[in-house]
């Protein structure tokens, strides 16, 4: 499985951004998407994932609200941000998994990440 993640920028803060993860390597359906971040200093996190077929999908608090998933029906998973913060401002990864899953040990495969910067 193959991920690439882009969309990344330098936004202020309320404005709206939307990442990408193009992916291939797989039957569609077979692995569910996450996205995870990580900021300079702290652990990478959870921020949303979504199932194989999209039915299912999972927030962290911290974004319940402004992000929304979603995947389209070929091969790419998106990451709507909306009201971005700076608290956001963080290098975000995409990864896939067998099953939907908010625990970036479940995740085998990884793409590059994409920076996100928010200014106040």
């Known amino acids: 499985v193959q991920l690439q993640a882009s969309g990344g920028g330098l936004v202020q803060a309320g404005d709206s951004l939307r990442l990408s993860c193009a992916t291939s390597g797989y039957t569609f359906g077979n692995y569910a998407i996450g996205w995870f971040r990580r900021t300079p200093g702290k652990d990478r996190e959870f921020v949303a994932a979504i199932s194989g077929f999209g039915g299912s999908t999972h927030y962290a608090d911290s974004v319940k609200g402004r992000f929304t998933i979603s995947r389209d029906k070929k091969s790419t998973v998106y990451l709507h941000m909306n009201t971005l913060k700076p608290e956001d401002t963080a290098v975000y990864y995409c990864?896939?998994?067998?099953?939907?899953?908010?625990?970036?040990?479940?995740?085998?495969?990884w793409g590059q990440g994409t920076l996100v910067t928010v200014s106040s």
């Open positions: 990864s896939a998994a067998r099953v939907v899953s908010t625990n970036q040990a479940e995740y085998d495969y």
